[in-house]
């Protein structure tokens, strides 16, 4: 059992930067896989990226690729995503999810847990 929050969103103007986190709290965050999705207004769960709980396998949605990194430091128990480059489509809110399992999939529903969510607006 894993609990999970994020933090690090906000506002920015296009081309701008964030660093979201994810802490975790509960045993075994060293053994999940982590990902990030985000949800905009009227829109269904999107993948964002993954990462694997060794962190030598890591997977981005097409629109992520170039733009965002996913990171972890499983001595902190945080997981990260760093977004560079942001642009209005990226606003969202964007939650961090864990699954146990050594797959880094895309589908939100392979994944069992789920912190609140933290916002995210890109104006342009």
């Known amino acids: 059992q894993v609990q999970l929050v994020e933090s690090g969103g906000g506002l920015v103007q296009t081309g701008g930067s964030l660093r979201l986190s994810c802490a975790a709290s509960?045993?075994?965050?060293?053994?999940?896989?982590m990902g990030w999705f985000r949800q905009a207004p009227g829109k269904e769960r999107e993948f964002v990226a993954a990462?694997?709980?060794?962190?030598?396998?890591?997977y981005y949605a097409d629109s992520a690729k170039g733009r965002f990194t996913i990171s972890r430091d499983n001595t902190k128990n945080t997981a990260y995503l760093q977004m560079n480059s942001l642009k209005p489509e990226d606003t969202a809110v964007y939650y961090c999810?864990?699954?146990?399992?050594?797959?880094?999939?895309?589908?939100?529903?392979?994944?069992?847990?789920w912190g609140q969510g933290t916002q995210v607006a890109v104006s342009s």
């Open positions: 999810a864990a699954r146990s399992g050594q797959n880094l999939y895309s589908d939100y529903r392979s994944y069992g847990y």
């Open positions: 990462i694997s709980w060794s962190v030598s396998r890591t």
């Open positions: 509960g045993r075994g965050f060293s053994t999940y896989v």
